[in-house]
């Protein structure tokens, strides 16, 4: 019978395919993992070769977050207007010409402007990728294949990190160093342009387009062959709630939505991770470590934070996100504390590194993960694409506030000032999760919309 296990006509596919797909899209991560990352080995030769004050080593080490606000705010409507595919094939090609711009450039205007064609790759990856494996999984496996994506994004850190160092033990100059530690990033974007060209369009785009047959093919073919009429039944109800205008989040009720979303990707920028991922080798170094045990200690950095990454998959849907997230908020804050002592007391190896370890391991396992999970959730599914978008925007905005004020705050109060300013904002963060931020936790997306509405008296 057509259908069975055993119909000749079946379409090969299945979990293998699904998971070849997904695992490709998930490439996006991984460079925007790298490119976040490398960064942080490459900012002391590049600020010492061009003779940059702390102003302009923050703005050229933040200057791609600049790109990431521009990507992501056209990434949506882009990949509504020509397919996700095609969108993600743009990124690729945005990350290899930023390595290789990156790797020639003669001045630090340059350098900027490569960093900034690198960002726009990272914002568009960091929007379509997820949102690509999203439509393209069953919901049986949705949650499992869409968590790759940060899988990816830290596996890519952890890459940069093990480049850089093995970079700095060759014999290479150091003006060469710095450069190839951007060009090396050529190599896996090629791979993802060159992997993304055999991978189908997704099939919710497709349907809306009205390109069913394609669209019926690839869902069949992910399925294993199954009937997919059910499935583009489903998803043709979910595309006739859609349509609604972003000023639909400025009703009560949906207005605490945003405010919620928008203010945790804030928080968990400002709370200090990337002027720990950015700035780990120098921070390592102003504390007193050698310029090669400052990029070995990086490496443990991006081992505890995959490791971590690791413990809040498994545990957001058994503990809950708000647990999470003021847990992990707690553990930040004493860590950064203890930091800022350390550095008080010009303190430097191993125990440096265990509390940075502490630190990293906390955000790894709440903000660094939840916070994505949150804003997937709270929004309703008629404006879930364009609400994310500003509320990744806001997360960017975020990243590029302490990327482009670590150095200099660094420079005028100390690392301590800057620790504890952190510390500050972790504070914050537990109190806002704890009195505003609903626990979303085995409710379905209807019912977690149904609480933001008013109650009638």
Not at 106 to 127: C, E, K, N, P, Y
Not at 187 to 203: C, G
């Amino acid at each position: 019978m057509p259908g069975t296990r055993n119909d000749p006509t079946r379409p090969r596919g299945g979990v293998v395919y699904l998971t070849a797909i997904c695992l490709v899209a998930a490439l996006g991560g991984l460079l925007f993992g790298f490119d976040t990352a490398v960064v942080s080995g490459a900012v002391g030769f590049f600020r010492a070769e061009f003779g940059l004050s702390p102003s302009m080593t923050g703005w050229t080490a933040s200057s791609a977050l600049l790109g990431c606000m521009l990507g992501a705010s056209v990434a949506g409507a882009l990949s509504d207007g020509i397919g996700r595919r095609r969108v993600l094939l743009i990124s690729a090609i945005l990350f290899t010409a930023s390595a290789i711009g990156c790797g020639v450039a003669g001045t630090a205007r340059d350098l900027v402007i490569w960093r900034i064609v690198g960002g726009m790759g990272i914002g568009i990856a960091s929007m379509i990728s997820p949102l690509y494996i999203a439509e393209v999984a069953p919901a049986r496996v949705r949650g499992l294949l869409v968590s790759l994506q940060q899988f990816a994004i830290i596996s890519g850190i952890l890459g940069a990190y093990f480049s850089n160092t093995l970079i700095l033990h060759t014999g290479l100059g150091d003006a060469a160093k710095w450069r190839w530690m951007f060009a090396v990033g050529a190599f896996p974007a090629t791979a993802f342009f060159a992997l993304l060209l055999p991978v189908p369009e997704s099939p919710r785009w497709l349907l809306k387009q009205g390109l069913d047959d394609q669209a019926a093919r690839v869902l069949a073919r992910v399925s294993g062959g199954a009937d997919p009429a059910a499935q583009i039944a489903e998803i043709r109800d979910a595309i006739a709630h859609e349509g609604g205008s972003l000023r639909e989040l400025l009703h009560p009720g949906l207005r605490r939505a945003l405010w919620v979303g928008v203010v945790l990707a804030v928080l968990q920028q400002v709370t200090g991770i990337n002027a720990i991922l950015y700035y780990a080798p120098e921070i390592f170094k102003g504390a007193g470590a050698a310029a090669s045990r400052a990029f070995n200690d990086t490496i443990w950095i991006g081992i505890f934070n995959l490791l971590f990454t690791i413990v809040a998959m498994f545990t957001i849907d058994r503990l809950g996100r708000k647990p999470l997230l003021v847990g992990g908020a707690i553990g930040m804050g004493i860590s950064l504390l203890v930091l800022a002592s350390a550095f008080d007391a010009r303190a430097s190896g191993i125990w440096l590194l265990v509390v940075i370890l502490a630190y990293v391991s906390c955000f790894a396992a709440s903000l660094g993960p939840v916070v994505w999970v949150v804003m997937s959730e709270i929004f309703p599914t008629r404006i879930r694409g364009r609400a994310m978008s500003i509320a990744t925007v806001s997360l960017w905005a975020g990243c590029y506030l302490v990327s482009q004020t670590f150095p200099m705050l660094i420079d005028a109060a100390g690392g301590a000032t800057a620790f504890r300013t952190y510390a500050a904002f972790c504070a914050v963060a537990i109190a806002f999760v704890w009195l505003a931020v609903p626990e979303t936790r085995g409710r379905s997306l209807e019912e977690i919309e149904r609480a933001w509405q008013p109650q009638k008296r």
